[in-house]
């Protein structure tokens, strides 16, 4: 069966850096846009980032443009979310989700197929 697993998440303060990855099997990997999302305590399940099948493509939300980059390498099946300058609202489950649709992604979430258990991230002030 499919299976998304993050990892890397964890308690750092404002400022730093986190690197999430997000392991797939059970898919073939290349033929989806991969994407996070985030959900903070209260709060519903946002958008954050996807990368197109090929990497050629991606799209921020504009609360961590210029911060985050996203990153896939096919060959391994793993996505990546490279999170610098970390503020206190980037506190929240960070998730893993593939779409097996074609680029131009969705941001909603109901598009994605699969999804990951999520990884917590925690920004201290």
Do not use: H
Request: proline letters at 3%; hydrophobic letters at 35%.
């Amino acid at each position: 069966q499919v299976q998304l697993v993050e990892s890397g998440g964890g308690l750092v303060q404002a400022g730093d850096s986190l690197r999430l990855s997000c392991a797939a099997s059970g898919l073939t990997f290349s033929y989806y846009t991969m994407g996070w999302f985030r959900q903070a305590p209260g709060n519903e399940r946002e958008f954050v980032v996807a990368i197109s099948r090929s990497g050629g493509n991606t799209e921020y939300a504009s609360s961590v443009k210029g911060r985050f980059t996203i990153s896939r390498i096919n060959a391994n099946t793993t996505v990546y979310l490279q999170m610098n300058s970390l503020k206190p609202e980037d506190t929240a489950i960070y998730y893993c989700a593939a779409d097996g649709k074609p680029w131009p992604v969705s941001r909603d979430q109901t598009s994605y197929d699969f999804w990951g258990q999520g990884t917590q991230v925690t920004v201290s002030s």
